[in-house]
């Protein structure tokens, strides 16, 4: 392959040396990241013209394969709501979600919603944005929070949408009614199905009136207004105002919060709450209440419900941000350092050739942003990790690895101990005049790195090429509700995952509550929190962010179980936030 006429030529040697590579490792081509970490890049079965969908009751997790393909093809996505009013509520922020998980950039997302003091808009009115698009040749997701199936509006549509003619498929999603109750702990099933009532309360008082009499589990959805009003009916009914129903918002999100009440105390409770339980709501009467306390595997996650800030660079916070979620935290991701290529391309030109010309002996990466910097540059030349055959190659720890590995380089080492530049430079075999031909080694790195591999690694008998691959600059302030937020207590846990990433937050948001728990991935980055003032609460065991994620979870299961066993509410630090500024 030929280089971009702009890019320096390699040397005569260098095609050759990525032939003589040829047989140590395969590459594969993929297409563009998209908007979605598991964005779907093929469809099993053919796209219809227009796909109803269900997006399932909150969490983007519970979308069903189907779904997830035909949204990753669609080129337009008609919601219930703007995008606007989508980012506000739940379960509709189902919808957004799945969106911003499964499609495209570029996707074009309508809504539905008719003008404001207008009167709502009829099937047919509602179908037509569908139809316009898939007229056009245009794939078309009609996207619905919840169950497509039990949308009121799907009947109409789907009807018009048939009588035009076009091409359809309806996909259900999981039911709302059906998750959101077991996210909160209670088991609806009985010996008998009928003795479930699912009540849309929205639906007028003929609706309520058809399950007010009825005995068993009722489950109502709707506004509070709406919950307040089929408790009145099932108390005028018969059914006993000491009766416990449970509450829950947000359903199967993080976000999620559940209260309880009984049927004669519910309409206070609600009032009492009010923002707190952001519409729309689920109301769950019946046996299976009483049960919640055993069975609410959800709302108590380690850290259920801790707003977690999350200061890097925004293309590496998202599985940080997948594995807070998994133990139930909210996580805000900050951008703290911008990452660029390095002012002058000569160096990082030069050791390329020294690597494809047999110059060096090992390549030493100690981050995943050095392996993708000089992925790039191999990139301009038309080089792959074939070029890497007969080389010896060191990764700093298991992220970095994987990364390698994902490019088709297997290291030849990484640390078993502590995964840093002092735990890799432990690991490193001294340079031996008989056993090692050549006494050069690359180390690919950014502007700001330490001194400490460099130098060890010469104290061991090394020649070092140390290359400037990548620099890391300061990222902007964050908004000023953000800038807020830290530093009066807001966020429950901050986790550091680089001393630049403490150094950069603290310089652009100042420095975190006093009662913010502080979470740093090794002993460096620790120090660094030291030595500006932060007292450090968790370090991860392996410099990894899985680690870091499971050690905060593991000190959030610790304060969980001191405050149970000495009979305490379970509090969340920033709900036991004190006034002043953490100082040494």
């Not at 709502?120 to 078309?140: F, H, N």
């Not at 502590?418 to 050069?440: C, F, M, N, T």
């Not at 620790?526 to 990894?544: P, W």
Request: proline share 7%.
């Amino acid at each position: 392959m030929t280089p971009p006429t702009s890019a320096p030529t390699l040397p005569d040697a260098a095609p050759d040396a990525a032939v003589r590579a040829g047989a140590t490792s395969t590459t594969s081509s993929a297409p563009a990241s998209t908007t979605g970490s598991t964005h779907v890049s093929s469809v099993s079965t053919p796209v219809p013209a227009i796909a109803f969908v269900g997006a399932g009751p909150g969490d983007p997790g519970l979308l069903t394969l189907r779904a997830a393909e035909l949204l990753a093809a669609a080129d337009v996505v008609v919601l219930d709501r703007g995008a606007e009013a989508e980012s506000t509520g739940a379960p509709e922020s189902a919808a957004l979600a799945a969106v911003h998980r499964h499609c495209r950039d570029g996707v074009e997302v309508l809504a539905t919603a008719a003008p404001e003091g207008s009167a709502p808009l009829t099937g047919a009115a509602r179908a037509k944005l569908s139809l316009s698009a898939a007229r056009a040749g245009r794939a078309v997701v009609r996207l619905f929070s919840g169950d497509a199936a039990s949308s009121p509006q799907l009947a109409d549509e789907l009807a018009a949408v048939r009588r035009a003619g076009v091409a359809v498929e309806v996909v259900p999603g999981v039911s709302v009614a059906t998750a959101v109750p077991l996210y909160a702990g209670i088991a609806t099933s009985t010996s008998r199905a009928s003795d479930v009532h699912v009540l849309d309360a929205t639906q007028g008082e003929a609706a309520v009136d058809a399950v007010s009499g009825v005995p068993g589990t009722v489950i109502v959805t709707g506004s509070a207004e709406d919950v307040v009003g089929a408790a009145k009916a099932l108390l005028a009914s018969g059914r006993t105002g000491s009766q416990e129903v449970v509450v829950t918002a947000g359903g199967t999100t993080t976000a999620q919060r559940s209260v309880s009440a009984t049927l004669a105390t519910l309409p206070d409770v609600l009032a009492a709450e009010g923002d707190h339980l952001p519409e729309p709501l689920v109301a769950v009467l019946g046996p299976g209440v009483a049960k919640r306390d055993k069975l609410a595997w959800f709302e108590s996650r380690p850290l259920f419900g801790w707003r977690v800030l999350v200061p890097r660079t925004q293309a590496q916070s998202s599985t940080t941000v997948e594995r807070l979620a998994a133990v139930g935290a909210v996580s805000e991701v900050v951008p703290t350092i911008a990452v660029e290529p390095p002012r002058s391309p000569h160096q990082m030109e030069k050791a390329v050739r020294g690597l494809v010309t047999g110059r060096y002996e090992w390549v030493g990466f100690t981050s995943v942003n050095a392996v993708r910097a000089v992925k790039d540059k191999f990139a301009e030349y038309g080089l792959d990790a074939r070029a890497f055959s007969g080389l010896k190659v060191a990764a700093v720890g298991g992220v970095t690895a994987a990364e390698l590995r994902a490019w088709g380089i297997e290291p030849d080492l990484v640390p078993e101990g502590e995964q840093s530049a002092a735990g890799l430079l432990a690991e490193w075999p001294p340079y031996d005049e008989v056993l090692d031909p050549i006494d050069r080694v690359f180390l690919p790195r950014a502007d700001i790195a330490t001194d400490t591999l460099v130098e060890g690694l010469q104290q061991i008998g090394w020649q070092v090429d140390d290359v400037t691959a990548y620099r890391t600059v300061r990222a902007a302030p964050p908004p000023a509700p953000v800038r807020d937020a830290i530093k009066t207590g807001a966020f429950d846990a901050v986790v550091f995952t680089s001393s630049s990433t403490v150094r950069n937050l603290v310089g652009i948001a100042g420095k975190p509550h006093p009662s913010t728990v502080v979470a740093c991935i090794g002993p460096a980055t620790c120090a660094t929190a030291t030595e500006l003032g932060l007292r450090v609460d968790v370090q991860a065991e392996h410099a990894s962010t899985a680690s870091l994620v499971d050690a905060l979870a593991a000190y959030g299961a610790q304060l969980r179980a001191q405050a149970e066993e000495a009979g305490e509410p379970v509090l969340r630090p920033s709900e036991r936030r004190a006034g002043a500024r953490r100082r040494r």
